[in-house]
């Protein structure tokens, strides 16, 4: 089968490897279609050994089951499904409380649970082994908006949900970031949620496209934005500050706007710091702000997602490219020229050399 392997830190090859056979509870899944991040970006060009050796990427899959393995049931072959991507262990108390992106048995407080593409092999590939404890049924969705699920909706969902306190009516809630991410926060804001939005991006082109569905859309870079949002909120503030890039920049910004109680959750990996002041008048954060960096979301959360997809109360906007120029789409993507989500749509040639292998 063809996959996207990285042979050595910072190389990245379409290169020829065996399909997996599914273990014990596992599924071979077909690849349909398989979302690029900017995650795969920065594994690209990790340049120590901080990613197993030979690791295929792709952490936002959606496929079709090709073959089960002993002792899975409840699942049959040609089923469309996608993969949650926080494979846990289900037995700790965060997995049995339903908090399976919290699962304890990780390794470790700063490790999260194994994840395709990032610790595991993942799929971008023709074919992909997997639990099927992580399998959610995606039947009736096309496949490149399926793909991006389980990530790009998945932690803007978890986000908004874990703040439904401070999303009340009248309430105003900012998205840093109209990415892949951020431009689906905008949507579910939306369609769950009376709060108002404010929208924040360097690039016009991001701001157009979502400036019908938000209250207020302000260029982040401008000087004065923060002032431009307080007087928008007569000078309370936020009550809820979504920051989906994550840097010194967008970090201060989120800071310098929160309310009182008010939360800030930041999906983004854009390595910002934002110190942390204890003073009696904080001039960095107000009176009972929070601030969270929240990881992935859990399986519910990605049933109730598929759910929003199917209704059509979510429309991903995506970039398709075909398999073949799937690193193409990084450079792309890394350059800035993506707009939403880059997905790589898989055609029927896996099938074809795993009938060949067998045959």
């Known amino acids: 089968m063809k996959a996207v392997q990285l042979v050595q830190p910072t190389k990245l090859v379409i290169a020829e490897l065996p399909v997996p056979e599914p273990r014990s509870h596992e599924v071979l899944l077909r690849v349909t279609a398989a979302g690029v991040c900017h995650t795969d970006v920065s594994i690209r060009h990790e340049q120590s050994d901080a990613y197993p050796p030979g690791l295929v990427l792709g952490h936002e899959i959606a496929g079709r089951i090709e073959r089960l393995g002993a002792g899975v049931h409840?699942?049959?072959?040609?089923?469309?499904?996608?993969?949650?991507?926080?494979?846990?262990?289900?037995?700790?108390?965060?997995?049995?409380?339903?908090?399976?992106?919290?699962?304890?048995?990780?390794?470790?407080?700063?490790?999260?649970?194994?994840?395709?593409?990032?610790?595991?092999?993942?799929?971008?590939?023709?074919?992909?082994?997997?639990?099927?404890?992580?399998?959610?049924?995606?039947?009736?969705?096309?496949?490149?908006?399926?793909?991006?699920?389980?990530?790009?909706?998945?932690?803007?969902?978890?986000?908004?949900?874990?703040?439904?306190?401070?999303?009340?009516?009248?309430?105003?809630?900012?998205?840093?970031?109209?990415?892949?991410?951020?431009?689906?926060?905008?949507?579910?804001?939306?369609?769950?949620?009376?709060?108002?939005?404010?929208?924040?991006?360097?690039?016009?082109?991001?701001?157009?496209?979502v400036r019908d569905h938000v209250d207020l859309a302000l260029k982040s870079?401008?000087?004065?934005?923060?002032?431009?949002?307080?007087?928008?909120?007569?000078?309370?503030?936020?009550?809820?500050?979504?920051?989906?890039?994550?840097?010194?920049?967008?970090?201060?910004?989120?800071?310098?706007?929160?309310?009182?109680?008010?939360?800030?959750?930041?999906?983004?990996?854009?390595?910002?710091?934002?110190?942390f002041e204890t003073a009696q008048t904080s001039t960095i954060l107000p009176w009972g702000a929070s601030l969270v960096r929240p990881y992935s979301g859990t399986y519910d959360d990605l049933h109730q997602i598929v759910d929003l997809a199917r209704s059509g109360r979510i429309s991903p906007v995506i970039q398709r490219y075909d398999f073949a120029r799937a690193l193409d789409a990084l450079d792309e993507l890394e350059a800035g020229r993506v707009r939403g989500r880059a997905v790589l749509v898989m055609n029927d040639g896996g099938a074809e050399r795993l009938a060949n292998a067998q045959g």
Request: hydrophobic letters at 45%.
């Open 74 to 209: 409840g699942w049959q072959a040609g089923e469309d499904v996608i993969v949650y991507p926080c494979w846990s262990c289900g037995a700790c108390r965060e997995c049995v409380a339903g908090r399976q992106n919290a699962c304890r048995q990780t390794g470790g407080r700063l490790q999260s649970p194994p994840t395709p593409g990032v610790t595991v092999a993942g799929g971008m590939a023709d074919y992909v082994a997997v639990p099927a404890s992580a399998l959610v049924r995606a039947d009736g969705i096309d496949p490149a908006v399926a793909a991006i699920l389980p990530d790009a909706a998945l932690v803007p969902y978890h986000s908004i949900r874990a703040v439904e306190e401070q999303l009340r009516p009248g309430s105003t809630a900012v998205v840093i970031g109209l990415g892949g991410l951020g431009h689906l926060a905008i949507q579910m804001l939306r369609a769950l949620t009376a709060t108002r939005i404010v929208a924040l991006d360097v690039n016009a082109g991001a701001l157009d496209a």
């Open 221 to 275: 870079d401008a000087e004065d934005v923060a002032e431009q949002i307080l007087a928008f909120t007569s000078g309370y503030g936020a009550d809820v500050v979504l920051d989906f890039v994550g840097n010194d920049a967008t970090l201060r910004l989120a800071s310098g706007v929160i309310a009182r109680y008010g939360a800030i959750r930041v999906p983004g990996l854009g390595c910002g710091v934002l110190p």
